[in-house]
Every structure is written in structure tokens, then in C-alpha cells.
């Protein structure tokens, strides 16, 4: 049991009246001790002060929420002693920089025996990230609120905001290299499709809606029409996110477009039927071997969630080398989304080609700077880009670097199929 | 539903034009206590606390409710100082003693209020999303009897003390120095005994 502030400044208040009757020795301002004293055993002595156990269970809708919607907490607090409650002072703890758009998380309760009590809260759509909601605090004070009792529960829950997704229309692809499954990829090969390929003579049992009976008249024999198999590609979606995003050159959050840009991509490329695998690089290093599916895109949104932009202990070539050596089979398709801040970029881009894998290369760019910048901000800024731009140059003849903007649609880029083919 | 809605309201407005009256009625009564020449000087700072007082229970927010208590605590810091200067105070002690509980009562109810006001200063739609109104019914209920328990306290303090200030006076005609010296072993072991309470508990 703990004594609150009040108390203090109750008993602070006393010796304040004993000092001045003293000092000006007036004995009538020692009754103005009387009452303060009354209250303080009246608070010790009339209503018993005692913790009394509760339950407190949290539910969060949706508990993994997809960007850009309100989060809805529903707390239920059950009285589980065979006493009443008079008064209970709840506090459910909201993470750093989450606001409430609707309700309160801080409640005065009076709860029977036995009697539990929901009420709920609204968060105001969360930033992307790992949330921990709760502990939920609890004060017992006394009517005069002289004494409290103070605790928290063990009920932390957590609240996991993916990145919003985009919806960037269909991406094509055309590895130097396809899996042997159906997909959207034409393959450079026969086989099931929509692309014409070529002429072959007929076999039977060929499907007659295949036969090209024009062909076959000038040939003097049954040909049919082969079509271009389209399969699926391994592609290794590799996200910069070192020190670099945090650069003042760039006018907008980084990190979150990057971020919001991998997502769409991933997304895009597994509703394809392809197999994707993600490789993180910043203050949270992480990757994902290939898979298909949902719930390999679920666990890489899952991945995007917690990106945090910061320095990593390891060099990005090395990493991403390790990452792509590692899961990625020869000749596969490695994305890389970077803002082409760092030295070993091109380096890296260099080196995986030599391995012969496909590289394309999306690296966010730069806007006008701010008029409101002095001088030599604006000359730092220039060297900075020049220097950005150079980098791109220098690796053009490997990759293909395609410069994405906030500002710029994305769905149009994607769809200009001759700006962004892999070779 | 809606009924219970509006009920709840009423209760609630019902409360806090309580706190507010209380408040206001300190206000009031310190200002009683100051010299009608001196008090003149201090209606603008009344007008302040008033206008405190009734941001503090409509706003239902702690910051408002201790600036509320800080200026009728500076109102009775120039009552008592303006008593003590006339060295007469025999006569003003009841008041200044009431006044001192009510600042005390005030502080009371207006923590409690905004304590409380998270959680009733909602709109009708989050009281029907958000909460079970039964639920908020019975800690209105609490509330309430929280402070009807407090009154019974702080009147019992306030009339305690006066019966010793009164006590002191019967007893300074038979024996002035017994009297003060009375008091003051009284206060002394008042505050000896709150020190040995505090370090029991």
C-alpha cells in the first residue's frame, strides 16, 4: 500500500499552520490542524483498504490489421473475489504514437462479486508495426483517496499493422529461368499458354481446335499451332532499408514507401502463382526462403511490419550474397528496391550478376528540394544526388534501374513491360 | 436504452453542477472573510476562480481542477494573512475553518469529477458502442455515494474542530495559558500520532 502525494501535502499543510502559529503566535491557526487530521484517520481507520483480485481479457479486432484501419479493443474485467469492488481505476497502457479515435482506455469501475464489465475502445488506425497493447494498470484508493494500491497485469497482447497494399495490376515477368509449374511467365518454351509460338506438324492426338488449317493447306499436311508455355519464376524480393532512408535528400517517408512498395510487389508476384522469397536489410535483418501462397505472403507482410530503417552490423553485399546464394536457384530473378545511398549497392548488383542471376532494380527518387533550403543545404543536396545518379550509371549496364516516386502512379510503370524486363 | 442514456446524463450534469455550486460557494465564502477593503482588490482573481471552477466541470480535466485549487488557496493564503494581521480572529474562525474544509471538499469532488469524466464526457454514440450501460450506472452510483460518505467526513472534521476551537475559548477566561498550551499538546500529539499511523501502515 502506498501513500499518495495528497496525503503528503495534507500533512505538509499541517506543520505549515504549526510553523505560523508559532511564529506569529496566533494559537487559533493550530485548529486548522484539526480537520486535515480528521481526514487522514479517517481514511486509516473507516474504510478498509484492500487489493481484491480481477481479471482483465483483451480482444482485438482485427489482431493483424492490414493498414489504414481503426483497430477496435474490447476489454472485459471480471471482479473474480467474493467482495464487491467500490472502486477500481483502470488503465489499459496504448503503445507509443497510437491514438484513441473513439471510447477511453482508462475506466472507474464498481464490480459485485463474481460481476465482470466490458467496454471497449477504438484506435486510430495504427502505424505499420509491431504494437504491444496493454499492460492494463489498476489503482485501488480509498474514498479519500489518501492511500492507493497500484498494479499492473501480465495481459500484453500484440497488435501486428502489415503494410498497406497496392494494388499494382498484373507484372510481367520474364525470367531466364522458370519453375515447372503453370504460371503467367512466358517460358520461351512449348507448352500450355496464350502466346503463339510456333507451327509443328500434327500428332495424333492433338486437340483438332489446334490444327492451323490454312498452314496446313499451303504445306500439304496437318499442322498445329504450338503456344509458349507460361510457368512460374523464383523471384527474391530484396528490401534496402540501411541508413540511407533516413536521408534528409528525400523529401517523403522513405521507409514507409519502400516498405508499402515491397508489399504491393510481393503480393502482386505470389497472386501470380510465383514462388517469392524476401530478403530485409536495415536495423532489422531478416529473410524468407521461397514459397507459395497466402500464407507466404501473410509471412512476409508479416516480415514488412517490423522493417525498421537503421544501420545493420553486416555489409548489405555480404548479406544479400548469403541470402541470395543461399535460397535462390541459379539464373532466378532478384528485385531489389534500394534508394542507391550506399557504396556496396552496385557492388552487390555487380557481384550477383556475375552469378548470373536477373536483377531489377527500383530505387525511389528524388524531389525538388525545398525552397525554404540555405545554400550550401542545397549544394550538399546536388553533390548527394550527383553522386546517386552516378551509382545508378554505373550498374544500367546490369540491371535495370526503374525510379519509383509517391508522387507517381505505380501501376503505369509496372505495366511498361519493354522499361523494366529482366534480361 | 435511450432512457438509461439520458438518465445517466441527467445524474452526471446533476454532479457536476454539484461540484461546481461547492466550488463556487468556496470561493464565495473565503472571499466573506477578507476585508471589504482588501476584497475589492480581489474580485478580479474571484471572476478568474469562478471561471476556473466552471472550465473544470465542464471540461472535466485535473489541470483545470488544481488551478482551481490553487486560487482559492490564494485567496484563503490573503484571508488568513489579512486575519492574522488585525489580531483579532477569535470570531472569523468559524468561517475561516469552513472555508478551509470547503477548499479541501472542492479539491474532493473536482478530482473525483474529472476522474470519472473520462468516461461519462462521451458522445451518445460511444456511450452505446463503447460501454455497457449498466456498468456505468453502478460506478455513477459509487460516485455518488463516495461523495455523499466524503460530506459526511469533511462536515464531521469541520465540526470537530470547531468544537475544539470553541473547547479553547471556554477555557481561556479559567486559564489563558492553559488554553494555548492545551491546543498546541493537542496538535502535537494529533501529529505524532498521524507520523506513527503512517509508519504502522
Not at chain 1, 464487491?84 to 497510437?98: F, H
Not at chain 2, 468516461?119 to 449498466?134: G, R
Amino acid at each position: 500500500m502506498a501513500l499518495t502525494g495528497k496525503i503528503l501535502a495534507y500533512l505538509a499543510t499541517d506543520y505549515a499552520f504549526i510553523f505560523l502559529a508559532l511564529l506569529f503566535r496566533a494559537s487559533w491557526l493550530t485548529v486548522f490542524v484539526l480537520p486535515m487530521a480528521v481526514l487522514i484517520f479517517a481514511s486509516f481507520k473507516l474504510p478498509k483498504l484492500q487489493p481484491l483480485p480481477i481479471d482483465v481479457a483483451r480482444q482485438i479486432r482485427p489482431k493483424r490489421s492490414m493498414g489504414d484501419e481503426d483497430v477496435e479493443v474490447t476489454l472485459t474485467v471480471t471482479n473474480i473475489s467474493p467482495n464487491p469492488i467500490e472502486a477500481l481505476q483502470l488503465e489499459d497502457k496504448l503503445p507509443y504514437g497510437v491514438k484513441l479515435k473513439s471510447g477511453t482506455n482508462r475506466l472507474m469501475l464498481s464490480l459485485g462479486p463474481g460481476e465482470a464489465a466490458e467496454f471497449k475502445y477504438t484506435l486510430s488506425s495504427p502505424k505499420r508495426g509491431r504494437h504491444e497493447l496493454g499492460p492494463t494498470l489498476f489503482v485501488f484508493k480509498d474514498n479519500l483517496r489518501l492511500r492507493s494500491i497500484s498494479g499492473q497485469l501480465s495481459n500484453v497482447d500484440e497488435l501486428l499493422v502489415l503494410p498497406k497494399i497496392e494494388n499494382l495490376g498484373t507484372v510481367d515477368l520474364r525470367g531466364r529461368r522458370v519453375g515447372p509449374w503453370p504460371g503467367l511467365v512466358p517460358s520461351r518454351r512449348m507448352g500450355i499458354g496464350t502466346e503463339f509460338f510456333e507451327l509443328a506438324p500434327y500428332i495424333p492426338g492433338d486437340d483438332l481446335r489446334r490444327v492451323n488449317w490454312k498452314a496446313s493447306a499451303r504445306s500439304r499436311q496437318l499442322v498445329t499451332n504450338e503456344f509458349e508455355g507460361e510457368q512460374v519464376v523464383d523471384v527474391l524480393v530484396v528490401l534496402d532499408c540501411s541508413e540511407g532512408v533516413l536521408s534528409d535528400i528525400f523529401d517523403y517517408d522513405l521507409l514507409e514507401f519502400q516498405v508499402g512498395f515491397a508489399a504491393s510487389l510481393c503480393s502482386q508476384l505470389i497472386m501470380q502463382g510465383n514462388r517469392v522469397g524476401l530478403s530485409i536489410y536495415g536495423a532489422v535483418r531478416t529473410w524468407l526462403d521461397l514459397a507459395f501462397g497466402k500464407r507466404q505472403l501473410l509471412r512476409i507482410l508479416d516480415s514488412l511490419a517490423i522493417v525498421r530503417a537503421g544501420a545493420a552490423t553486416l555489409p548489405i553485399k555480404y548479406v544479400v550474397e548469403s541470402v541470395v546464394s543461399a535460397i535462390l536457384p541459379a539464373r532466378s530473378l532478384v528485385l531489389l528496391i534500394s534508394p542507391m545511398i550506399s557504396d556496396d549497392v552496385p557492388e552487390m548488383i555487380e557481384n550477383i550478376a556475375v552469378k548470373g542471376y536477373s536483377t531489377i532494380c527500383f530505387t525511389p527518387s528524388i524531389g525538388t528540394a525545398p525552397s525554404d533550403l540555405s545554400d550550401s543545404s542545397r549544394i550538399a543536396r546536388r553533390i548527394f544526388a550527383a553522386e546517386r545518379k552516378l551509382r545508378i550509371n554505373n550498374v544500367k549496364h546490369l540491371t535495370r534501374v526503374i525510379e519509383i516516386s509517391p508522387t507517381r502512379a505505380i501501376k503505369p510503370i509496372i505495366r511498361m513491360r519493354n522499361e523494366w524486363k529482366a534480361a | 436504452m435511450e432512457s438509461s442514456i439520458r438518465n445517466l446524463r441527467l445524474r452526471w450534469k446533476l454532479l457536476r453542477s454539484i461540484g461546481a455550486a461547492i466550488a463556487i460557494a468556496t470561493f464565495t465564502l473565503i472571499l466573506a472573510t477578507i476585508p471589504v477593503a482588501i476584497w475589492t482588490l480581489w474580485v478580479l482573481p474571484l471572476v478568474i476562480g469562478v471561471g476556473v471552477t466552471i472550465f473544470a466541470v465542464i471540461k472535466c480535466d485535473v489541470t483545470w481542477s488544481r488551478i482551481t485549487l490553487l486560487a482559492q488557496s490564494v485567496l484563503f493564503a490573503i484571508a488568513l494573512l489579512s486575519a492574522i494581521s488585525a489580531r483579532g480572529p477569535v470570531e472569523d474562525v468559524p468561517i475561516l475553518l469552513l472555508a478551509f474544509v470547503m477548499i479541501v471538499g472542492t479539491e474532493q469532488v473536482l478530482t473525483l469529477i474529472s476522474t470519472y469524466g473520462v468516461q461519462f464526457s462521451i458522445s451518445d454514440s460511444d456511450f452505446v458502442t463503447n460501454f455497457n450501460i449498466p456498468t456505468l450506472q453502478r460506478s455513477l452510483d459509487s460516485l455518488y455515494r463516495r461523495l455523499a460518505w466524503n460530506g459526511v467526513i469533511f462536515g464531521t472534521a469541520y465540526l470537530l474542530s470547531i468544537a475544539v476551537a470553541f473547547l479553547g475559548s471556554f477555557l481561556s477566561p479559567v486559564a489563558p495559558a492553559l488554553s494555548d498550551i492545551s491546543v498546541y499538546v493537542l496538535v502535537a500529539s494529533i501529529s505524532l500520532a498521524i507520523l506513527i499511523v503512517l509508519r504502522a501502515e
